[in-house]
């Protein structure tokens, strides 16, 4: 399966999360950038608020789009042990990234949101949106931050995952809705016909055209 553009995702997206149209303890949650692009159609055709949630891939020395792990929106890591040691990668880096990411979070928020605080969740239904998972680093510290918070129900919603991580997912949301699960998985970008880089100023955009981004 493959998608025009990630406009294109959000809004094939939308039959499979239709139940909680208006409801008004829901609010989609994309993670940036890309998949506020994607969440911007579900809330949209909904009737749903949107926001983001940020967490950040922590990269291999030498090769940063490589995932050896991930930082979460309370600052937690996680990484992948069996990467670390095959990249031999020092206590010293990670503290490092941890640190950088960590700011970069809280710049992101700042940037988006006009506050270096997340969103306000507990208690509700959390529609998570990506435009895609590869690895599953950065929507597996989303669903992990989040149930933390005390939401009532956490939905992953996403146009294609690798089948990998698949499970793991569903260990960790209330309810996983994913378009393609495509056995060859190399990259997200290879499923989209138009991939282009989002920036922050559209992120932005989208944020305040649902009437959530900064004042």
Known sequence: MFFQDRTDAGQRLVPLVEEYRGDPKAIVLGLPRGGVVVAREIAAALGLPL??????KIGAPMNPELAIGSVDTNGNARLDENAVR????SDRYIREEVERETGEISRRYLAYRGSEDPPEVEGKTVLVVDDGVATGF???AALESLRKRDVARIVCVVPVASPRVMTRLNMLADEVQCLSTPSYFGAVGEFYRDF???????VVASLREAGSGPA
Not at 86 to 89: A, D, R
């Open 51 to 56: 926001d983001v949630w940020v967490t950040r």
């Open 86 to 89: 095959l990249y031999e990668v």
């Open 138 to 140: 950065t929507m597996i």
């Open 196 to 202: 282009s880089q989002v920036s922050d100023d559209e």
